[in-house]
């Protein structure tokens, strides 16, 4: 009997050990400050994040094998070999025009550069400039053509596929809230506004001491103002001061966005908003989705300033 039990507990704890293994093993998801949060495998672990790269990569193969003018057909075919289920191929020249969409056929060459999503945000620039890097995520919101063509927020990914065109896809994340509303977009840019003003004004180094004190002008009402170089160098970050000074340039969030590539690429436009997640002071520094405005101050550094959806943002979907 006692040899029995001991052979069941020998395989518990053999279970065991293989579980914290696991768990000790699996990459963490990371705040801005590099430590780990509470969210779930980084993209690299994931398996929908997998599949959607993967898909992104066998449409570029196919497209560098058939060429600019086979390729955008196939990915045109809204039941051709490039869409499953919520995953579609969709095409752009590097000046934002339209090549190919399975869902909006009527986009076929226009001008999308300057489209923007219910919050504003800009995200044909934003996924053009991941793919001028070769490749990279971001967030946007978009109509789900699974769900009736509802608007759903959404990680996309783009992907060069030479010097002239590039291709995308992405994963409809439902269960995120992005929801801001108008007053708030509006408080946002007021801020920004009053900070540039002030940068501009005081010059760089009384308005980084401002934007750095926590107790300060510019931290109030759970907002504040945040600033780097185009170096991704941290100038100010009231709540996180150990890392000022630090480049930053290849930060990702837990997703796998850059987003302080993605603010730099922003910013150098004179100002844009953007998604990511990012630790959020007012709950414990839970990571939390955010959308963000960034600002050019004078060519050699931006400022800018968020806030968070109501919901958490970090969670896998």
């Known amino acids: 009997m006692l040899v029995s039990d001991m052979k069941h507990l020998n395989i518990s704890l053999k279970i ?40 992104v990569k066998s449409a570029v193969a196919f497209a560098q094998e058939k060429g600019r003018e086979t390729a955008p057909r196939e990915f045109s075919d809204k039941n051709g070999s490039f869409v499953r289920g919520e995953l579609y191929i969709y095409a752009y020249d590097f000046r934002g ?16 550069m300057n489209e923007t999503d219910a919050n504003g945000v ?19 919101i978009f109509s789900n053509p699974a769900h009736e063509n509802r608007d759903e927020f959404k990680i996309g990914y783009a992907m060069k596929v030479d010097d002239e065109w590039w291709l995308g896809s992405g994963l409809y994340l439902p269960e995120v809230s992005a929801a801001f509303d ?4 509006e408080d946002l840019v007021a801020l920004v506004e009053e900070a540039l003003e002030f940068a501009r004004k005081k010059g ?13 002008e510019f931290t109030r009402d759970g907002s504040y103002i945040f600033a780097y170089d185009y170096e991704g160098t941290t100038l100010a970050l009231p709540h996180q001061q150990h890392l000022l000074g630090e ?16 603010a730099i690429d922003a910013a150098r436009n004179g100002s844009r908003f953007l998604y990511y997640i990012y630790p959020d002071p007012e709950r414990e520094m839970s990571p939390t989705l955010k959308l963000s405005l960034v600002a050019d101050v004078d060519g050699t550094w931006f400022l800018g300033t968020r806030i968070y959806s109501g919901a958490d943002g970090g969670k896998d979907g």
């Open 204 to 216: 760089k180094d009384e308005a980084i001491a401002a934007f750095n004190d926590p107790s300060g």
């Open 97 to 112: 025009k339209n090549i190919a969409h399975p869902f909006k056929p009527d986009w076929t060459g226009e001008d999308k």
């Open 122 to 140: 800009l995200y044909i620039r934003n996924l053009v400039a991941a793919a001028r890097g070769g490749e990279g995520f971001t967030y946007f």
């Open 182 to 185: 108008g007053e708030e977009r």
């Open 247 to 262: 480049r930053r340039i290849e930060a990702e969030d837990p997703r796998g966005v850059r987003f302080i590539q993605e």
């Open 16 to 55: 065991l050990f293989i579980l914290v293994g696991a768990i000790l093993a699996a990459p963490s998801a990371l705040g801005e400050d590099g430590s780990a949060g509470e969210l779930g495998p980084s993209p690299a672990a994931s398996p929908d994040v997998d599949e959607l790269v993967s898909f």
